[in-house]
């Protein structure tokens, strides 16, 4: 383990790449690389005004959203622009990006839509997923076939990219964040209540909480292991 004191006044976004060797970090308006074996050792990749982002670590590349609702898709290597898009209105809920960056969603505050998706190889708009509000969460699968997306009081939505419809609509409290385990078959959330990590099985829709020793609070970040066999919240 080390620790290290960064030159960002705050970072609220990080990824490994998957060989581990790099470390991303994404604060207010700096996106930057440090060499993992030394983390004093950092090169900026960006610098600008950044809202949300998204990583896709096994195709090198990053999402960002900007000011008025704009989003920009960017290698990591060189931090070169490929895509720039007008998100769903001028404050986004949030925005993700698949596992291979094939797809963009990003979700619009306070009227919606739920989710609005674009092919990002051509930039074309795919779809939008109508809804009275926008999406607090979105998390794709890892085989970019699904898309959920956490509400403020109606549950999570599991959308399917395929046939463009509705999957499942599950009943959930207030969710801070879900994540899919990584061979996607599970889905796992954290909310309110006595046993507040909860499990969903993508393929039955079966549903079961976790009975160990945690809070009864809601887990603010919900990350799974490489192997899927541990998480963190």
């Given at each position: 383990l080390r620790s290290v004191q960064t030159e960002e006044q705050s970072i609220d976004d990080m990824a490994f790449t998957n060989d581990c060797n790099w470390l991303y970090t994404k604060g207010d308006a700096t996106l930057m690389r440090r060499d993992v074996a030394d983390p004093t050792s950092f090169h900026v990749v960006l610098q600008g005004p950044m809202q949300k982002s998204a990583f896709a670590p096994s195709v090198l590349r990053v999402a960002l959203s900007g000011r008025e609702g704009e989003i920009s898709i960017h290698r990591l290597l060189t931090g070169s622009e490929e895509l720039r898009l007008q998100g769903p209105g001028d404050r986004l809920r949030d925005i993700a990006l698949s596992a291979n960056a094939t797809w963009l969603a990003a979700s619009g505050a306070f009227q919606g839509p739920a989710a609005r998706i674009w092919h990002v190889p051509d930039g074309q708009l795919l779809t939008t997923f109508a809804g009275s509000d926008g999406a607090r969460r979105l998390e794709f699968s890892p085989d970019e076939k699904?898309?959920?997306?956490?509400?403020?009081?109606?549950?999570?939505?599991?959308?399917?990219?395929?046939?463009?419809?509705?999957?499942d609509s599950i009943v959930a409290g207030y969710v801070d964040d879900v994540g899919y385990a990584p061979d996607g078959r599970h889905l796992v959330w954290g909310e309110f209540g006595q046993y507040p990590l909860q499990f969903y099985n993508v393929e039955s829709g079966a549903r079961s909480a976790a009975h160990g020793t945690l809070p009864p609070v809601s887990p603010n970040v919900v990350e799974f292991s490489r192997g899927g066999s541990m998480i963190a919240v």
């Open positions: 699904l898309l959920v997306g956490t509400g403020h009081h109606d549950g999570l939505t599991l959308w399917d990219l395929e046939s463009l419809s509705v999957r």
